[in-house]
């Protein structure tokens, strides 16, 4: 992919930029390396300053950046100024809370003592230089949330971003550049895929962490296993929306829509199969279908605007042929289907499909195992919980799910048996500060957000004083 700004709503190059050569590649990394030496030590106060000050700026300039996100990937401006809204409230947690996370830990002088200690205790250290690889389709988000932990910690960033939001990704740099950062503390490196690997294993980069699709997760994992560097991966995700009979049918209904087309249905957390107990079954489907038909599709810079385009045409190609292969093994399309027409104004050449809903899928379909980016829903009907369950584990992606029911006992055996990174009773994934956010299986490991993401790339250091020492 050409590293370049293209907009998805009409197909029109904005801007297209040259790939950093191997000499400046090498000259942001040295850069990165040499104020690591000196970053590390300044205090929390003077790195929250600076993390408040990032945060004022992002607030200030929200509306320009949102119109720049909306350009390059085809957001609606509403979710694009409200992406900067979060990362910016993200950006003042981190500054608030970062030196109590990091604290020093003293276990009890008395369980110590038998090693000889006079006393112990554990201090996380920064690693250095971390590489991220981060994704188009929450362009500020995805990255703010590596950075606001990785600089509060002491760590210094190198954003690989997508190659389709290059002017987000040096919108990004200039941000904490203005906010008072030193130099090289965050850079961004407009390189290509095939450059990462040189990247990775320079001895100088210590760690990793990616947000993106499977094969990318591997390529990165295996460069850095061969190095043996801490990673972090974020892949992809087929998250089960589960509604129970004792649920509030309308209201999930409701919250289903949003949850499966936030960011026109490209967020790895959306949820994406929907499966609902028979007895509400019909109900659900008909308020969910009603709601997924009466979302507007058109420009994505206009306020009214519920579902703009796909991020890349290859993007739309990949989701038909995900439905028109369900719909030939017998899928009913309840809604949707298809790509929009007279839509008009330039957008006739945008990369747009409209909100579907697909029923009686089965498991000889491939939208049943694989991960369906766009606005396309798959509806399942179960006749009681423990199908509900085994249903919503069989994919290979583990990243989050939601579950309705107001039943205490479903709830607990929810929260025990279904596998993924988080579950979310009656109400939608989302993504928040002060808690940890990652999956198992195929969706990745590791945690970013809360404590759990700002001590990913920490030393835990263990610190034995003895007796002379004391």
């Known amino acids: ?41 300044t205090p929390f106060e003077q790195r929250a300053a600076w993390l408040n000050r990032a ?8 509306d320009t950046i949102a119109r720049t996100m909306t350009v390059e990937m085809g957001k609606p401006v509403t979710a694009a100024r409200a992406e900067a809204a979060k990362c910016a409230k993200a950006m003042r947690w981190y500054a608030a809370h970062a030196e109590g996370l990091l604290a020093d830990e003293h276990p009890d002088p008395d369980d110590v003592r038998d090693s000889g200690a006079s006393r112990a205790l ?31 910690a002491g760590n210094v960033g190198l954003l690989k971003h997508a190659s389709n939001v290059p002017q987000t990704a040096l919108y990004l740099e200039d941000l904490f550049h203005r906010a008072g950062f030193p130099a090289g503390c965050f850079r961004t490196l407009l390189i290509g895929s095939g450059a990462v690997e040189a990247v990775l294993r320079d001895p100088r980069v210590t760690a990793a962490t ?5 094969p990318a997760g591997r390529a990165v994992a295996a460069t850095a296993g061969d190095e043996v560097k801490k990673t972090v991966l974020e892949l992809g995700g087929s998250d089960p929306y589960l509604v129970l009979p004792s649920a509030d049918v309308e209201k999930a209904a409701a919250t289903a829509v949003t949850a499966r087309v936030q960011n026109n249905g490209q967020s790895c957390i959306a949820a994406k199969r929907f499966i609902v107990h028979a007895d509400v079954y019909d109900a659900f489907a008909e308020r969910f279908t009603a709601g997924m038909r009466a979302l507007t599709v058109g420009d994505p810079l206009e306020e009214g605007t519920d579902i703009g385009p796909l991020s890349t045409e290859q993007g739309r190609t990949d989701l038909e042929e995900l439905v028109d292969d369900a719909v030939e093994r017998g899928a009913e399309a309840l809604c949707g289907g298809r790509r929009p027409d007279k839509l008009g104004g330039g957008l006739e050449n945008g990369w747009f499909y409209e909100p ?12 049943h195992r694989e991960e369906t980016f766009g606005p396309v829903a798959t509806l399942y009907r179960v006749a009681d919980l423990d199908e509900a369950v085994h249903l919503a584990n069989d994919t290979p992606f583990g990243l989050s799910s939601n579950v309705w029911t107001r039943d205490p006992g479903e709830q607990e055996r929810c929260a025990r048996d279904l596998e993924a990174g988080g579950v979310f009773f009656n109400g939608m994934t989302a993504s928040h500060p002060a808690l940890p956010f990652g999956g198992i299986k195929r969706s ?12 990913e790339f920490c030393n835990a250091t263990t610190l034995w004083y003895g007796p002379e020492a004391s």
């Open 122 to 152: 554990v201090r996380y250290r920064p690693l250095g230089v971390v590489l991220a690889v981060m994704p188009w389709n929450f362009p500020l988000w995805q990255v703010v949330r590596f950075a606001a932990p990785a600089l509060m």
């Open 210 to 214: 990616l947000t993106g699709s499977e």
């Open 55 to 62: 945060a004022d700026l992002l607030d200030e300039d929200r």
């Open 356 to 367: 579907t809903v697909l029923a009686s899928i089965t498991t000889a379909m491939r939208i």
């Open 1 to 41: 992919m050409p590293i370049a700004t293209v907009n998805p709503a009409n197909g029109e190059l904005i801007r297209s930029f040259d790939a950093l050569g191997e000499e400046e590649t090498e000259r942001r990394i040295t850069a990165a390396a040499e104020t690591f030496r000196q970053y590390r030590t």
């Open 444 to 455: 990745g490991y590791g945690r970013e957000l809360a404590g759990h993401g700002i001590r």
